[in-house]
């Protein structure tokens, strides 16, 4: 059975950073293609990072720079990375794994507060 499960949210400040972490039971890192997603209040879920299997990571606009992607081989964990956090940055964030057969697993989602 596979789980997803992240951890690392919390509350903090503008301008602060958070390391989201992303635990996988059951699965293999390295054998998935892992994206973080975002979902705030009356908002649609937005993609926020993706790595490939093949190593290569993407970004929106908005996470660019702010925002790195990574995964650890040893813990079988992926890990969003957040700096100079923002307001509009507070939002449930979930990890997603996906396979090319069509497996598609998600985490439970952690809240992410950035607030003075």
């Known amino acids: 059975q596979v789980e997803l499960a992240e951890s690392g949210g919390g509350w903090v400040q503008p301008g602060g950073s958070l390391r989201l972490s992303c635990a996988g039971a059951?699965?293999?890192?390295?054998?998935?293609?892992w994206n973080w997603y975002r979902q705030a209040p009356g908002k649609e879920r937005e993609l926020v990072a993706a790595?490939?299997?093949?190593?290569?990571?993407y970004y929106p606009e908005f996470a660019k720079v702010r925002f790195t992607i990574a995964r650890d081989y040893e813990k079988n964990e992926v890990f969003l990375q957040m700096n100079s956090l923002k307001p509009e940055d507070t939002a449930v964030y979930y990890c997603?794994?996906?396979?090319?057969?069509?497996?598609?697993?998600w985490g439970q989602g952690t809240q992410v507060t950035v607030s003075s």
């Open positions: 059951g699965l293999s890192v390295v054998d998935f293609g």
């Open positions: 790595v490939g299997d093949n190593g290569g990571s």
């Open positions: 997603n794994a996906r396979n090319l057969w069509g497996a598609d697993y």
